[in-house]
């Protein structure tokens, strides 16, 4: 019997048939659409381009707002609006948002208590704010710390990101403590605070590398003894009426 030869994709289909399991972003999207409702109006915190971000919430909420350096931003098709802007000076008013949320953006963040203290501003009291953002413990993200930028860019364009799409990163906001401590500062509370580990998007060079990867994964979602090195952050936090900020 002749055997077919090994492949990433070959790979891929057989372990990760679930989107959830495959894709962050979906699955970080499960656990925002748990705490939308169809009344909201919702702030996209660095929404760029929407390139990547395939995933639409617009038209299952009232409004979607994005705000981004980006020039981009305008014609994000994921958006009601978008506004060209800095996420530390929201060009908002005081408490217009019930949700707001952010995906991989917490990592560029060099100074996170002005930002959060912006999120909280334009919350409603009990809005909430949802993250996804990596972990600092897992082995891409020490990779990432320990190499520059370019080397980030030039990575991100053998799998097919544009350079444009890839930022220096700063790591301040990408541990469970300094997210849970940044945002008590801000007047919030964590809801719920998870890692995930999903499929190895960074080691699909080889099949040989993505199958040591898939490895890594079945070993960190085995236990939840090693969740603080699963890859990536979701969180909810509620912006508490009675704190004193």
């Not at 169809?38 to 915190?45: G, K, S």
């Not at 996420?87 to 060099?110: A, K, M, N, Q, W």
């Not at 945002?183 to 190895?200: C, K, M, N, R, Y």
């Not at 960190?220 to 704190?243: C, H, Q, S, Y």
């Amino acid at each position: 019997m002749q055997t077919l030869p090994l492949t990433v994709e070959a790979l891929r289909t057989r372990f990760y048939p679930d989107t959830l399991r495959r894709d962050p972003v979906a699955a970080f999207l499960s656990r925002l659409g748990r705490v939308v409702s169809p009344a909201d109006t919702v702030l996209d915190l660095g929404a760029g381009a929407g390139s990547l971000n395939p995933y639409a919430l617009r038209g299952r909420v009232a409004k979607v707002i994005g705000v981004d350096r980006d020039p981009r931003v305008g014609t994000n098709p994921l958006l009601d609006r978008g506004l060209q802007a800095d996420i530390t000076g929201l060009p908002f008013r005081d408490g217009v948002f019930d949700v707001v949320f952010s995906i991989y953006v917490l990592e560029h963040v060099g100074d996170p208590q002005p930002l959060l203290s912006e999120i909280a501003r334009v919350l409603r009291p009990g809005g909430r704010c949802a993250i996804l953002t990596p972990n600092i413990y897992h082995y891409v993200t020490m990779v990432a710390r320990a190499t520059p930028t370019w080397f980030h860019k030039w990575i991100n364009e053998r799998r097919g990101r544009a350079a444009d799409d890839t930022f220096p990163t700063r790591y301040l906001l990408n541990s469970r403590r300094a997210l849970t401590r940044g945002f008590a500062d801000a007047g919030f509370v964590a809801e719920s605070l998870e890692t995930i580990e999903v499929q190895p998007n960074y080691l699909d060079a080889t099949p040989v590398t993505y199958a040591a990867g898939i490895g890594f994964e079945r070993l960190v979602n085995a236990t939840e003894w090693l969740a603080p090195f699963r890859v990536n952050l979701i969180g909810i936090f509620r912006k508490d009426p009675d704190a004193v900020r």
